[in-house]
């Protein structure tokens, strides 16, 4: 299961995330206030879908053996547990009558250091890093609301062009459905998978794990044509076109 053109579709999504990062990094009077040695970022909560899991496992394991595996595989294992007693207890909040504001709000403040941190606060796995990593330090569009990380320097109540998460969460659930699709998974609800990085990577993704069918292939649907012909307001691209920004939101309310 080699997953070379999906893969090589992840990677082409990654660039573009990288160039938006960038142009919106331009586009701000003082740039992003990102440097060499913060890890607030790396102390997030944070799912992986199907294909960015599946490929961030792949890099560690080609990257890592020895005892710097060994050692990051701890981090992992001690990150999963952290994770799984946030989600039990997000689990009785809602069971005891929490509004999903209050448990959300919650989670958001739990801080689990991410497996990849090294004591230098440089991450291990950094060229490979997900999506979500790459893109921390601009205004996010995450179903309507703005989000920003306090550090960047952003001013609430003022427009800036947003990487419209959304979006980028769509594109990479079809990269799921497509990796799923290639090796005709009998798991119907795989593509839908979500899972923290610590899982992605004490998960040995072999081909019965992922329910793969070793006869025929599926043939792959092609993705539908999108509606909207409106244009990106920070990349001048069709919004159909446009995998990681669509528009400008302002930050009424500047989160983590």
Do not use: W
């Not at 009558?97 to 739990?110: C, N, R």
């Not at 801080?111 to 490979?128: G, I, M």
């Not at 990487?163 to 795989?190: H, P």
Request: proline share 4%; aromatic share 8%.
């Amino acid at each position: 299961m080699e997953f070379k053109e999906i893969f090589q579709k992840y990677e082409a999504l990654v660039a573009e995330v990288d160039k938006t990062f960038n142009k919106i990094s331009e586009q701000t009077e003082e740039g992003i206030n990102c440097a060499k040695g913060c890890s607030e970022c790396c102390h997030a909560l944070f799912d992986l879908t199907l294909v960015e899991a599946i490929y961030i496992n792949r890099k560690f394991n080609e990257k890592y053996s020895g005892m710097e595996r060994s050692t990051i595989m701890q981090e992992a294992d001690k990150a999963d547990r952290l994770i799984h007693k946030v989600k039990r207890r997000a689990f009785k909040a809602s069971q005891s009558g929490a509004s999903t504001a209050e448990i959300l709000k919650e989670v958001s403040m739990s801080r689990v250091k991410c497996p990849f941190l090294k004591e230098s606060n440089l991450c291990a796995l950094y060229d490979f890093r997900p999506l979500t990593c790459r893109i921390y330090g601009v205004p996010m569009n995450i179903g309507g609301q703005a989000h920003s990380c306090q550090k960047s320097g952003f001013t609430p109540g003022k427009a800036y062009p947003t990487i419209n998460m959304d979006t980028l969460q769509s594109k990479l659930m079809q990269l799921s459905e497509e990796l799923a699709a290639s090796i005709n998974s009998s798991l119907k609800e795989l593509p839908g998978v979500l899972v923290p990085l610590s899982m992605a990577l004490l998960t040995d993704y072999t081909p019965e794990y992922l329910g793969a069918n070793t006869g025929d292939k599926v043939e792959e649907t092609p993705a539908p044509a999108a509606e909207s012909s409106e244009t990106c307001g920070t990349c001048d691209k069709d919004k159909s076109a446009c995998a990681s920004c669509n528009y400008s939101v302002e930050l009424g309310a500047v989160t983590k």
